[in-house]
């Protein structure tokens, strides 16, 4: 079982979003805690990827169309950090 520990204004950040988008984000984190960001490639609609440029050794799955979570991972300590749930810009 992996950790999952979530920025400390995440709490705050889920309030103001969609419901459906919170709903996906739960079962995100379903996800990796039982099977760890790996497993998430077998779910297309998470679209999970690397990141490159500023954000570096980050993560990011979409939650819907427009909200992405932003995370890294430790493996060396089975943790999974959640940064920032945010608006994807076009």
Not at 3 to 24: F, G, N, S, Y
Not at 43 to 68: A, C, I, M, V, W
Request: with cysteine; charged share 35%.
């Amino acid at each position: 079982m992996w950790h999952i520990k979530e920025h400390r204004d995440i709490a705050k950040t889920c309030k103001k979003l969609p419901l459906q988008v919170v709903k996906k984000y739960e079962i995100w984190k379903d996800i990796i805690f039982r099977h760890g960001s790996e497993k998430l490639c077998e779910f297309p609609g998470f679209k999970d990827e690397k990141l490159t440029g500023k954000r570096k050794n980050q993560y990011s799955s979409r939650l819907s169309k427009q909200h992405r979570v932003i995370y890294t991972v430790k493996r060396d300590i089975i943790t999974v950090y959640v940064i920032e749930i945010i608006p994807h810009n076009y």
